[in-house]
């Protein structure tokens, strides 16, 4: 059993109660741990954190795993090394990071790698330029001249970085990304063929790792086919005044007379201001989402979503990881979606 009354995290009093099984000797070098339900029910804890404790010890090289036989104590195997140990550092724990992660910690294990998740603190993590092995990959959120200063620290560290989740430029040299821009080309493209004129952006600002790929395309789309996009109609959902902004646009004669939603979150936030206003969806203002899930299917009326291929996503993502520790270039790949037409948008 673990104490709960204390600070402590779970999966660090399990940890620090197997390692001291190993250093007593109650477990000998070569020895079978118990298995991960066995050890849930031992400490009464669930099983991400007893994975996340074996985890622990096995970075320190305490314990090993041995795919399919379980989890074993002593010295790790060769296999077991650095070289083959990565490194996902996020910004945030928001999309994609959150999809990524949970997906390829189990896609690394399938081949005998595990993978560490660092939330970036203030200051860039302590002794990341001190290891001359390993693979880091950062999923950049929040703020997008943050993520390119720490992108470039990476760098300059001289460890072996992929970028993955969403680009920070235009052209980037290396990583795997969701293709965000087109997800946004599409679907305002899509507005667009449904003879909207005047549509706004709800979403993170321009200025954001998200609103920089959400943004620009949406922006550039509607510049392409002759249209205007007012200030009043670029909504940052970061901005405190976003809600009173944008019930304040619906309630002028010359409304949006569609929006586009860079997240879930947004696609509902702007659903309830229209109807808050008394109009009707999507007969006087059309919705459609760069992002997609059960939610949108949810409501009413249901939400015109860009659905990516997330499972896919990762399986890119740990092809380019093998590829990287194996001394191969990974390239730039770019995962796509689609855009699935709901009731928000079709008349």
């Known amino acids: 059993m673990v104490a709960r009354n204390t600070r402590e995290p779970l999966y660090q009093q399990v940890a620090q109660s197997l390692k001291e099984q190993i250093r007593s000797g109650s477990m000998a070098p070569g020895d079978k741990l118990p298995s991960e339900r066995e050890l849930c029910q031992q400490y009464d804890v669930s099983q991400i954190t007893v994975r996340r404790a074996l985890r622990e010890l096995a970075h320190r090289e305490q314990v090993y795993s041995q795919h399919g036989l379980g989890w074993f104590v002593g010295d790790a195997p060769a296999a077991e090394s650095w070289r083959e140990r990565v490194a996902l550092i996020v910004d945030e724990m928001t999309w994609p990071a959150t999809s990524l992660a949970m997906g390829l910690a189990a896609a690394l294990e399938d081949v005998q790698m595990g993978l560490e998740l660092w939330s970036w603190p203030q200051q860039p993590p302590d002794g990341l330029s001190r290891r001359d092995s390993g693979l880091l990959l950062y999923c950049p959120s929040g703020e997008r001249a943050r993520a390119l200063e720490r992108c470039s620290w990476l760098k300059d560290s001289g460890t072996r970085v992929l970028m993955v989740g969403l680009a920070l430029d235009e052209d980037p ?146 092809h380019s990881v093998q590829q990287m520790l194996t001394g191969d270039d990974a390239g730039i790949l770019r995962v796509t979606g689609e855009l699935t037409p709901r009731a928000s948008s079709v008349t």
């Open 173 to 318: 040299t290396l990583g795997v990304f969701l293709d965000l821009a087109n997800a946004s080309r599409a679907a305002t493209e899509h507005l667009l063929g449904m003879g909207r004129v005047r549509l706004a952006y709800l979403g993170a600002g321009p200025l954001s790792t998200l609103g920089h790929q959400a943004y620009w395309p949406f922006a550039e789309a509607l510049w392409a086919s002759g249209l205007d996009l007012p200030l009043e109609h670029v909504l940052d959902s970061g901005d405190d005044a976003c809600h009173r902004r944008l019930a304040g646009l619906l309630s002028t004669i010359d409304r949006p007379d569609g929006i586009i939603c860079a997240t879930v979150g947004d696609a509902v936030t702007a659903l309830s201001a229209i109807y808050a206003a008394g109009l009707r969806c999507p007969d006087q203002v059309a919705l459609a989402c760069l992002q997609d899930g059960a939610l949108l299917e949810d409501v009413t009326p249901t939400i015109t979503g860009y659905r990516f291929d997330m499972e896919g996503f990762t399986r890119v993502v740990a």
